[in-house]
């Protein structure tokens, strides 16, 4: 089996618990893993067995089991099934980990020469999921 870390100092798929950046190969460590493109809330994620994220707030209990249906893409290691729009029979399993709200960030309107000035803070919300199996 290959290196962990990868060109650039980066460690692969298996080693870290977030998804590749932009334009490196997920079986560069000699490892073949499974991962899907999956649309949650009108996002779309890449995710592995496994893998811990933050996606934007659901309306399930922690330790609530979902279910993910909108499945773009697939990859068991060897065969991609690309969805048109998506994999027919495929879903991702994930389990409710947690809800809470993001950073604050602030947000400044200002009209010069006006005596303009509005400012608001903002604190979105997030359920943190696990992603537990990826069915197709």
Avoid: W
């Amino acid at each position: 089996s290959g290196s962990p870390v990868l060109p650039g100092g980066l460690l692969c798929v298996h080693h870290r618990p977030t998804p590749f950046p932009a334009g490196s190969k997920a079986s560069e460590c000699g490892e073949m893993t499974m991962y899907a493109v999956v649309k949650i809330k009108n996002q779309q994620y890449r995710v592995s067995p496994d893998l811990k994220l933050q996606v934007p707030l659901l309306d399930s209990e922690v330790g609530a089991t979902l279910s993910f249906d909108e499945v773009l893409m697939l990859s068991d290691g060897d065969e991609i099934k690309v969805g048109a729009p998506t994999v027919d029979g495929a879903s991702v399993a994930a389990e409710v980990l947690a809800h809470g709200r993001s950073r604050k960030i602030i947000v400044f309107k200002k009209k010069r020469r006006k005596n303009y000035r509005r400012k608001n803070g903002h604190r979105q919300q997030f359920t943190e999921i696990r992603i537990t199996g990826i069915n197709g």
